[in-house]
Structures are given as structure tokens and as C-alpha cells.
């Protein structure tokens, strides 16, 4: 939430947290997904909200795990996923976030993608999932290892929400 207020900041939009958990339907597809984690959300609220979802495509792996990142890096966590990705003989993902809003009529969807590689050993802090094992194409350091400010300069989160600012904003 604190890196979601930050991208905010100068747009002079705030949002307010719901704290309720949503079960994400377990699917590869993210828009699917984000459509599903979208609705609950709007029952649940009855008021315009936002949900994202952020996915790693692994090249290599025909793109998976894609919307079952979360429970991949689970099982993997950085040493295991970056033992294993990392010595792929194509290391290429692809950083996607997508958000969705709903208005109260029509939902609404804005994603951000970044591509990058998967380094043979987590680097940086380990507290924000695989922003330890993520370098973008172009860079040398982990998102873990530049910090939240550089981070969010670049992110796939970043341009998500650059998408979803504009549009709110016409």
C-alpha cells in the first residue's frame, strides 16, 4: 500500500484501504483474475474500487506462472526461485501488473509491463516478494537493491497506475 500511495502522490487521488482479504480465483489467466478480484471487491464495498494483480512470465516457461506468481513464490521463495530461474537457459520474464477498476457501471482495466531477467542469486532486501530476484532489462541491480524511489520511477506498477491517474483525470 505504501508504494501505491507513493506513485499517487502528486496526482492528488487517494484511496482508502479495505483491509478484507479476497480469494483470487487460481487461474493463469490475469485478466480473469483481476476481473473476479474486481467484482468481489465491488460487492464487498458497493462503491468505486481498485484491485491489481502483479505477475511474473517466465519466457522460458511459456510464460508461467503468470497469475499464480503468488503461489509459485511461495512454494520457491528467492533462493529456491532464483536456483531455479536463474539457471534457465533463457532467464527472461516479463514484470506485469494490471489494475482494474470499477465505477459502479463499467469496469476498467490498466497494466504496466516490464521486461527483465532473473539473476542466479536473490540480491538486495528479501521483505518484498521477488523484488530481490527481478532486474530490469537495462540495469544491474535487483528491484530489491535500487529501493522503493528508483524503483518507482520504472516499475510495471508505475505505469499501470501513470494509466489509470490519466484516465481519471480526463
Not at 491489481?52 to 510464460?63: A, K, V
Not at 477498476?101 to 540480491?123: E, M, N, Q, R, W
Not at 530476484?133 to 497506475?161: C, H, L, W
Request: proline letters at 5%.
Amino acid at each position: 500500500m505504501d508504494e501505491v500511495t507513493e506513485l499517487l502522490r502528486d496526482s492528488g487521488l487517494a484511496l482508502i484501504h479495505h483491509a478484507d482479504a479476497i480469494e483470487e480465483l487460481q487461474t493463469e489467466d490475469e485478466e480473469k483474475l483481476v476481473r473476479d478480484k474486481l467484482l468481489k471487491a465491488f460487492r464487498m464495498c458497493g462503491r468505486p474500487v481498485i484491485v491489481e494483480h502483479t505477475s511474473l512470465q517466465i519466457r522460458y516457461l511459456n510464460d508461467f506462472p503468470g497469475g499464480l506468481t503468488q503461489i509459485f513464490w511461495e512454494k520457491l521463495g528467492p533462493d529456491r526461485f532464483s536456483e531455479v530461474v536463474g539457471k534457465l537457459p533463457d532467464t527472461s520474464v516479463t514484470a506485469k501488473t494490471i489494475i482494474g477498476y470499477c465505477d459502479g457501471k463499467i469496469l476498467h482495466y490498466f497494466d504496466g509491463t516490464i521486461s527483465g531477467k532473473v539473476p542466479s542469486h536473490p540480491a538486495g532486501p528479501e521483505d518484498f516478494q521477488w523484488d530481490c530476484v527481478f532486474v530490469p532489462d537495462g540495469y544491474t541491480q535487483t528491484f530489491a537493491e535500487m529501493g522503493t524511489e528508483k524503483k518507482n520511477e520504472i516499475s510495471m506498477r508505475k505505469i499501470a497506475y501513470d494509466q489509470f491517474i490519466k484516465y481519471l483525470q480526463s
